[in-house]
């Protein structure tokens, strides 16, 4: 049985001491090790935010890539290996703000990809912006009136683009996020697992505090996964109380299930170089 | 002008009439016929950006010699409506026969030259009589201009129909071959073999109708390309549909991403997971690309990229071609990394170059750009079929996944000699590693420290320090000594080929460097090459002379005259001729 040790990378985190990244990291390691994934054949891609520095703590094949684009490079890698083991990480910004139309699209795609997003409501790496899930009329150094704009609500964008499996943890609720990736990455299919995620320097408003005061468990309240028009209820929620845990969760072939030619063997696997093009050379002729 | 050929062994057939009207199909079933035959066919296309409406016209030039270019002067044009007439009249050369639509033309304008015969046929009536449809009017056409040429094999044409149409049903193709025949017979023997040929002797030569759009997929997935991510945009939207058919017959994933940067990205991402991949755009798609681009530079991931250039700024005018983007693409991105970028000049340096493609980049570790345009990724020619295996794949320092028992961490950037570090894939045990976007030391690891930065850009920029000896040299065409030195780059090729022919004919020897690699810039070869020539001129189609800026830049040399034109239509030889011989008159 591994260990949350064997996935320890050889850098440690620059996150900002009690920063709740360090949670999710745990809890990623944690499932890994439950799961008992081998390091090779697992690959965790990243954009850039505070959250995208995550590879670098782990001891998997790691992907930090460009701003926002964590969706299309993991596509990328799960359609060469479809027998990976592919991690998206992203933040609110990465994943909702500049990567938003990316978003979108890998949840109507459906590829078993698990896509877990930092949401600390603020631009961390960037000195303390305003962010897409920030509340309405947050002040913050770009929007110093507040913001005008009203926050993205990511759950219900997913329960609108056809995602089939939605959750949201709390960084802090180490054992219910842990149990919640698991679930993720069990699950065949995209899964969104959104991640409450305090940032100890930038954001004031949603502070461990604020949080602590609010979340509540759906599964302690009974809820049971499965009708969507509750799950649209839920996901609607947030203000006094806010709910954790999975919302969501169906079953639907996925992307690679589709694809022609990687019924038999992944495609990194099938031999490129016995390509004939004789007989399209023929149809030319 | 062009003189009329009497033998008609250079023949060039036009079709023009509103888009929609199947004009390119057209355009290839008359080639197909010709090629049939055993003629050389050279097929090109102009069309609006419009699906259905405007103007649109094919042209298909025959000869019993291979072709390398268009040519001016049409010797048949057919009308499929009046604005073809007003648009392409002018373009005729004596001798030439008009043959326009009785039905949608009321009334042709009295052309200036006597010698232009006028041949009124009522195409679509004639469709609708003998098939049923308005749509058989181009089979109609082809047939009545079959007729008009003494080698016009109208048993060719009926074959051709029964393999194009054969997967519409035997109707289809019936009614068809009807429609062909009405319109052979309708031009009677007053006008018949109008244009005196004789059908080559000997067996017909084997030969391919390929355009360059094709060529660069075939060549695609001869060197077993894996992987295609793109988004489709003239004028290389094509490549998307022939490689997304392929699919179920090859180990090939194609995906139509949700944009240009996903393509980029995803492409990224299957390279880093170990296949072979590839994406195709124009300007506007690849802009949305270049800071992925710098990722995958930065990254040392191999990957393929091919750019159709299409006439800019911005959406320009999407339909036609233009050479703007020389600069763009080897500068696109932030910061210093090489690149590989080529330039194939006719369909079969796009085949064998976006094959070869595939194993620079993976030899190199870097993305291989590859330049095509509007005209090369559109033109059909016949040449000799392509090796239907062309290169011996080469992944270069790929470690197998038997050869995995590497170090911990395992130093994917690890400072090698020639500055190309072995990698290993997602799946191999002992390989795990991270490529990261921001710059890193041997292990991967994000890094500050400026000597880091100083080791990992030397190690990068090594790469390419011997790449010029495996990259293939500029050439040159025509004689060693000459009074004109003609350089370029892409597909002017074929164009200023046929220009040396018809300068020597005028008695002016001319020679053509033509340049296939443009970076690593190929110093030493083209300083040599151009030091021995007397005048040199240099083609493009742009406003700016890029290319003459760029060999300035590199070796010194300044071209004595720049032929630069950006009328958004390629070069005809002619054209060139005609220039060259103003040029040398100053």
Known sequence: MARSTDYQGHEHPTWCPNCGDFGIL???????ADLNLPTHETVVVSGIGCSGKMPHYLKTYGFEGIHGRVLPVATGVKLANHKLNVIGIGGDGDGYGIGMGHFIHAMRRNLDLTYIVH????????????????EHHFTSPSTPDGVIEMPVNPLALALGSDATFIARGFSKNLVELRDIIKAGIQHKGFSLIDVLQPCVTYNHVNTYAWYQQRIYSLVKEGYVVGDKATAWVKALEWGDRIPLGIFHKEDRPTYEDEVVSIQKEALVDQSASANDISPLLDKLR | MDKPHNRGIDLNWKIGGVGGFGLQAAGALFAKVMRRTGFYVFVTHEYPNIIKGGHAATEVRVADTPLTSHRDGVDIL????????????????????????????????????????????PFVKISRETAKMDLARNTVAIGASLALIECGRLDHFMAVLGLVFERKGSDIVTANQRAAQAGYDHVGTENSHTFACSVPSGTPPDTILVNGNEAMSLGALAAGCQFLAMYPMTPTSSILHSMAAWQKNFPLVVKHTEDEIAAMNMIAGASFAGVRAMTATSGGG???????????????????????MRVGPSTGMPTWTEQGELRFVLHASQGEFPRIVLAPGDVEEAFILTAEAFNWADQFQCPVLLFTDK???????????FDAHPITINRGPLLAKTNAAVGEPFARYALTENGI?????????????????????????????GSVHVEQ???????LEHALDVLPKPVLIGPAKADVTFIAWGSNKGNIQEA??????????????HVVVLAPFPVEALTKILTAATTIINVENNATGQFAGLLREHTGIVPQHNMLKYDARPFSPQEIVDKTLELLKK
């Not at chain 2, 690849?286 to 159709?308: H, N």
């Not at chain 2, 040396?500 to 460097?513: E, W």
Request: with cysteine; proline share 4%.
């Open chain 2, 78 to 121: 057919v009308a499929l409506d009046a604005d073809t007439i007003t648009r392409h009249a002018g373009e005729m050369r004596s001798g030439a026969v008009l043959l326009y639509d009785t039905e949608t033309v009321e009334s042709v304008p009295t052309l200036a030259d006597s010698t232009i015969r006028v041949i009124g046929i």
């Open chain 1, 26 to 32: 745990a809890a990623v390691k944690m499932a890994l």
């Open chain 2, 421 to 449: 570090s072995p990698r290993t894939i997602p799946g191999q045990a002992g390989g795990e590693h991270i490529s990261t976007s921001y710059e890193h030391d041997t292990w991967g690891y994000y890094t500050e420290d």
């Open chain 2, 457 to 463: 850009t030397d190690k990068r920029m090594r790469k």
């Open chain 1, 119 to 134: 949401n600390n409501q603020v631009y961390g790496l960037t000195k303390g912006q305003t962010s897409p899930t920030s």
């Open chain 2, 286 to 308: 690849f802009s949305l690309m270049t800071e992925a681009l710098g990722m995958i530079g930065m990254m040392e991931l191999p990957v393929v990229c091919i750019m159709g």
């Open chain 2, 375 to 385: 005209h090369l990724s559109d033109l059909s020619n016949t040449v000799a079929p």
């Open chain 2, 500 to 513: 040396l022919g018809r300068l020597a004919a005028k008695g002016v020897t001319a020679n053509f460097v």
